[in-house]
């Protein structure tokens, strides 16, 4: 297969997924939609995972680690509700394809991951798709961004058994998380509102992420 085949052959697949895997369920935002039909899931898979790079389902990143089923991205970035004014905080790089899906929407991303490999391979992707608004930080994103600084919207890709306290603290009032909450193999995902009364939690559906490993959240 030449290069624009193999190219084409993944549009069309992309398209698909949009199609069957999110349009089919319950995606419905304009935006999030666009954003999952533009970016080339295909760089953020292994090579061996080529032809899978539209399935689905998770697949493995290498690490013990995994690159989200597309539905799930679709899902969390809809729960986040982003707009162009948007500071995130991300909290598990991984593969770099949810930093790209919502740098897409919001003004800046800030994502963190603890496994080094995987957040420099994640940059040099982003490098690769001209993608400028996303700073990134290696180390443990349970203890919240290394700067002072408040985020519009938090999103966590791994389950820990409740939300760290240094990121609600970094979340602003009126700001939105969403988080895999629960044990290994049960989880719930739900969304965080921080009012000034307090927290509003609301369960979204169940969900199988990977462990937040951290000082606030699994031990090693
Ligand atoms: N959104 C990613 C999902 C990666 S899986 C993608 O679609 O590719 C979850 C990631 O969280 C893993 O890469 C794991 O190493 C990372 N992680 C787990 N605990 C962490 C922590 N405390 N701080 C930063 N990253 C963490």
């Not at 999952?36 to 995972?49: G, I, S």
């Not at 969390?76 to 598990?92: A, F």
């Not at 820990?160 to 193999?185: C, D, F, H, N, R």
């Amino acid at each position: 297969m030449t290069d624009k085949e193999q190219k084409d052959k993944f549009t069309l697949e992309r398209q698909a997924m949009v199609r069957a895997q999110l349009k089919k369920r319950d995606i419905t935002a304009p935006a999030v939609l666009e954003a999952m039909a533009d970016v080339p899931r295909e760089k953020f898979v292994l090579d061996e995972h080529l032809d899978m790079a539209y399935y689905d389902g998770p697949l493995s990143i290498g690490y013990g680690q995994t690159i989200s089923q597309p539905y799930i991205v679709a899902l969390m970035t809809q729960e986040l509700k982003i707009d162009k004014n948007c500071d995130v905080l991300e909290i598990g790089t991984g593969s770099g394809y949810q930093t790209t899906i919502i740098a897409k929407l919001a003004k800046e991303v800030f994502t963190i991951e603890r496994i080094e490999p995987l957040s420099l391979k994640a940059q040099r992707t982003l490098e690769e798709l001209n993608i400028k608004n996303v700073k990134f930080h290696i180390g443990d994103g349970t203890c919240g961004w290394h700067e002072d600084k408040k985020f519009d919207r938090i999103i966590i890709t791994a389950a820990a058994s409740q939300m760290p306290t240094p990121l609600l603290e970094q979340l602003k009032i009126g700001g939105i998380a969403v988080v895999p909450l629960g044990v290994e193999y049960i989880q719930e995902l739900v969304t965080i509102e921080k009012t000034a009364g307090g927290l509003k939690t609301k369960p979204v559906c169940g969900c199988r992420f990977v462990k937040l490993i951290g000082k606030f959240g699994y031990p090693e």
